[in-house]
């Protein structure tokens, strides 16, 4: 049997994908990780599969904290026009 993990980033990037091997008398498998992830919401997906297919399944979310996080970006200028250049810069 093999077991099937893969961590999804906020954005559907695939962060991790990872297949190891199990024998059926197995009752724990790790992971480790050996990169940072993006900072953000997550899923990982882990799957337990066989010649006939998937017997298991379970998702489970998490968050990891963002290095830096732009929480705003406001224009002096209420409304530009298409085509029109910004006089003032975005601060």
Known sequence: MVVAVQIIDEFGVIEVDIDSLVSAKQT???????????????IANIQLKGKQGVFDWYSL???????????????????????????QPLS
């Open 28 to 42: 724990r498998v790790d992971f480790p990780i050996n990169r940072e992830l993006h900072g953000g919401n997550h």
């Open 61 to 87: 979310m998490f968050r990891t904290n963002k290095a830096v996080e732009i929480i705003s970006v406001e224009n002096r200028e209420p409304e530009i026009p298409v085509g029109k250049m910004c006089d």
